[in-house]
């Protein structure tokens, strides 16, 4: 009776361990109101290419792009982006509400090029709960005698209170 006490809870055990982020997840969604997908990876960052906070609210940000460098950048439009959350140190993508639909125009960044943009998040996102979030968007940078080809992200974090 005890080892089947005893195999019962290490079975148990075993079964929260495995399950214990989905649950953890659910907690968060639960308390902060939002959807969180998959942990977020480190992103490939360029030295000369820069987007700034200016403002935001809970369903936009506004930034300001800026191409230093001696590259021409191309991108898709603005509303080819992702978002992220903080919780408890680690970034984690936030799940869009609905379907989505992209069109994809192709932007380019021409060398000292700068734009500012809103990001609009109510329609893709709904309206943030209170936290730490952070704008991803991909470039890909033309080569240059002094810039390497490649993809990289601009990321821009903000506070929603």
Same mark, same amino acid.
């Given at each position: 009776?005890?080892?089947?006490?005893?195999?019962?809870?290490?079975?148990?055990? !075993?079964?929260? @361990?495995? $399950?214990?982020?989905?649950?953890?997840?659910?907690?968060?969604?639960?308390?902060?109101?939002?959807?969180? &997908?998959?942990?977020?990876?480190?992103?490939?960052? *360029?030295?000369?290419?820069?987007?700034?906070? !200016? $403002? =935001?609210? @809970?369903?936009?940000?506004?930034?300001? !792009?800026? =191409?230093?460098?001696? @590259?021409? /950048? #191309? @991108? &898709? =439009?603005?509303?080819?982006?992702?978002?992220?959350?903080? *919780?408890?140190?680690? /970034?984690?993508? %936030?799940? #869009? !509400?609905?379907?989505?639909?992209?069109?994809?125009?192709?932007?380019?960044?021409?060398?000292?090029?700068?734009?500012?943009?809103?990001?609009?998040?109510?329609? *893709?996102?709904?309206?943030?709960?209170?936290?730490?979030? *952070? %704008?991803?968007?991909?470039? /890909?940078? =033309?080569?240059?005698?002094?810039?390497?080809?490649?993809?990289?992200?601009?990321?821009?974090?903000?506070? %929603?209170?």
């Amino acid at each position: 009776m005890k080892k089947s006490l005893l195999l019962i809870t290490a079975l148990l055990i !075993i079964v929260m @361990s495995c $399950s214990g982020c989905e649950a953890v997840k659910g907690f968060i969604n639960k308390k902060f109101g939002a959807t969180f &997908g998959e942990l977020a990876g480190n992103k490939t960052l *360029r030295e000369g290419a820069k987007m700034e906070y !200016i $403002s =935001n609210t @809970s369903d936009t940000l506004t930034v300001k !792009i800026e =191409n230093l460098t001696d @590259s021409t /950048w #191309q @991108s &898709g =439009n603005m509303r080819d982006y992702s978002l992220e959350a903080e *919780r408890d140190g680690e /970034w984690y993508s %936030v799940t #869009q !509400i609905g379907e989505f639909a992209n069109t994809m125009e192709l932007m380019l960044f021409a060398p000292g090029n700068e734009l500012t943009h809103t990001f609009k998040f109510k329609d *893709r996102y709904g309206k943030l709960p209170a936290g730490k979030y *952070r %704008v991803v968007k991909s470039f /890909w940078a =033309n080569a240059t005698e002094t810039v390497e080809a490649g993809e990289f992200h601009l990321v821009c974090e903000f506070t %929603v209170e």
